[in-house]
């Protein structure tokens, strides 16, 4: 019987790693290492320790969103 042939498949996988943008990995600063020597000081750099956390947060959402992770 010709014509009656069967084609094998095979099936091949190969590994790859998948990794995020670098801007979703760079560390996330301080904006500063000293304790600030006056109130008025501190308060003047609420902001400052406030844009810095959001920032750091924002990457992580990033990271969990590029994963697709599911915010709780």
Known sequence: MSGCTT???VTEYKERKVLP???YLTKCEQPYSTAP???G?????????YEAWKNC?????SLREYY???AE
């Open 41 to 49: 000081e501190a308060v003047a750099r609420d902001p400052i320790w």
């Open 68 to 70: 697709g992770y599911e």
């Open 57 to 61: 947060a924002e990457k992580i959402d």
């Open 7 to 9: 084609t094998e498949f």
């Open 21 to 23: 943008p670098s801007a």
């Open 37 to 39: 020597e006056t109130y």
